[in-house]
């Protein structure tokens, strides 16, 4: 197998990975075969998974565009894959010009990619850590650098929670984080759901399936249980909703307009709450 020229050094490019099966799911092109090849085995079972990716990213937008509106210009993006056009530094900017981003992932693709789109960038940064480890990122030189926890922050957990599993202890490590967030922060957040998906659920499980097979384990979870996420913030209306749902108008992001059309951009969950 022939390494691409902007593959890292040392990484398997055997093995697939979450961000880069993501990455083809949005037509980007850090991908290898073996990453395409996971993606096309869970589009058999659900066929609309780019669909619902693509209304993940006009949430993700409508959000970062939300909290500049509320004064909120630093953003700390957990789980953030491989920067693609249109990512949180890039609208955040556009919205305010002195906005702070601190992207964070433990994927070293992401890590290394990320480095090389935001190098010479003073308002960005990246770290390499594990949601699981909250204080790690809390300690990280480049969190310390670029933003003031004494103010608030937008804390972005965009389709990452659903690769914890219960066992991992989610919740203690949102309430670790939140924990450390001055009030006024916002917490944005997506989750992959059964609710919402127009096919049955034994027949969506086969996506779940190829997840566990490439040792990434895909945890669907209730609205319900997803909300619980949301203790200790103030949930901003309308809510816990399917993407398309929280906040539609007024946006001009082409992605939004297509997303409602298709019945898949309905699955899974997004929302945003303020700490008091």
Do not use: C
Request: charged fraction near 25%; hydrophobic fraction near 45%; charge should be negative.
């Amino acid at each position: 197998m022939e390494r691409p020229a902007w593959a890292p050094p040392g990484i398997d490019i055997s093995v697939p990975s979450v961000s880069r099966i993501y990455d083809y799911y949005l037509g980007g092109s850090h991908n290898f075969e073996v990453d395409r090849q996971a993606a096309r085995r869970a589009m058999e079972f659900l066929p609309g998974l780019p669909k619902i990716m693509q209304a993940n990213r006009a949430f993700m937008r409508r959000a970062v565009r939300y909290a500049v509106a509320q004064g909120v210009t630093q953003f700390l993006d957990i789980g953030s894959g491989i920067p693609t056009f249109g990512n949180v530094h890039e609208i955040a900017r556009a919205a305010s010009p002195e906005a702070r981003v601190v992207y964070v992932d433990h994927d070293p693709v992401a890590v290394a990619h990320s480095r090389a789109v935001l190098a010479g960038d003073e308002h960005t940064g990246i770290v390499a850590a594990d949601l699981r480890k909250p204080h790690d990122i809390l300690a990280a030189p480049e969190v310390a650098r670029l933003l003031d926890l004494e103010r608030p922050v937008a804390l972005l957990l965009v389709a990452v929670l659903h690769f914890l599993e219960d066992a991992d202890d989610p919740h203690a490590a949102v309430a670790r984080l939140r924990d450390a967030l001055a009030p006024g922060s916002l917490l944005v957040l997506t989750h992959a759901s059964y609710e919402g998906i127009p096919l049955s659920e034994e027949v969506a499980a086969g996506t779940v399936g190829v997840y566990r097979d490439i040792r990434n384990p895909l945890v669907m979870r209730s609205g319900e249980q997803i909300t619980r996420f949301f203790d200790g913030f103030e949930l901003v209306e309308p809510g816990v909703v399917s993407m398309p749902l929280w906040q539609p108008e007024g946006t001009e992001d082409p992605d939004d307009a297509e997303a409602p059309e298709d019945p898949y951009a309905f699955s899974g969950f997004g929302g945003v709450g303020r700490k008091a």
